[in-house]
T-cell receptor
Framework: AQKVTQAQTEISVVEKEDVTLDCVYE???????LFWYKQPPSGELVFLIR??????QNEISGRYSWNFQKSTSSFNFTITASQVVDSAVYFC??????????FGKGTRLHILP | GAVVSQHPSRVICKSGTSVKIECRSL??????MFWYRQFPKKSLMLMAT?????????EQGVEKDKFLINHASLTLSTLTVTSAHPEDSSFYIC????????????FGNGTRLTVT
């Protein structure tokens, strides 16, 4: 069975603060993929990153960074120097090879000006 | 620019009528696509997966006769909600997978369906 837990339902931070969105996953497979998506108020989903289970390298893309820790089954997402435009719902997702993708319940992030 | 075009973005219909939602990939071909449903402030729920030229695979609890999916080509898929009822009101999102590992990377902007 596979499961994705995003324990933080809603987070509010003041602009320019750093914020980390947590994601913990469960799977019995050794080959799997992890994802983060952003859903702004307009509704469309925006793909942010895909990481396969064999690549534990952390990744940085501008103000975004991801920390993949297989030992704790976590794939956390950090936004540095947050901006109001970062306000959105963020979904973490897991997909076992050959199986469907499972989304977490999402974390609603509010960046206050 | 947009990679996936989904329309209409909003539709209001009366109970008993059918609504067709179209999803088109603009600059790539995908053999696999997904249709999701999202209730307000909830996560995405996969409704069905379809491969071009074959019948869609529906998730448990999703009525295939009510939610008709046609994946007519590598760039076009449609979802028809037949005999819509108020409980079908929701946000529907399509997604195309590039084909390498069938991961949904490109999403449409979604369709907000309201059934009165």
């Amino acid at each position: 069975a596979q499961k994705v837990t995003q324990a933080q339902t809603e987070i509010s931070v003041v602009e320019k603060e750093d914020v980390t969105l947590d994601c913990v996953y469960e799977t019995r497979d050794t080959t799997y993929y992890l994802f983060w998506y952003k859903q702004p108020p307009s509704g469309e989903l925006v793909f942010l990153i895909r990481r396969n289970s064999f690549d534990e390298q952390n990744e940085i893309s501008g103000r975004y960074s991801w920390n993949f820790q297989k030992s704790t089954s976590s794939f956390n997402f950090t936004i540095t120097a947050s901006q109001v435009v970062d306000s959105a719902v963020y979904f973490c997702a897991l997909r076992n090879r050959g199986d469907k993708i499972i989304f977490g319940k999402g974390t609603r992030l509010h960046i206050l000006p | 620019g947009a990679v996936v075009s989904q329309h209409p973005s909003r539709v209001i219909c009366k109970s008993g009528t059918s609504v067709k939602i179209e999803c088109r990939s603009l600059d790539f071909q995908a053999t696999t696509m997904f249709w999701y449903r999202q209730f307000p402030k909830k996560s995405l729920m996969l409704m069905a997966t379809s491969n071009e030229g074959s019948k869609a695979t529906y998730e448990q609890g999703v009525e295939k006769d009510k939610f008709l999916i046609n994946h007519a080509s590598l760039t076009l898929s449609t979802l028809t909600v037949t005999s819509a009822h108020p409980e079908d009101s929701s946000f529907y999102i399509c997604s195309f997978a590039p084909g390498i590992d069938n991961s949904p990377l490109h999403f449409g902007n979604g369709t907000r369906l309201t059934v009165t």
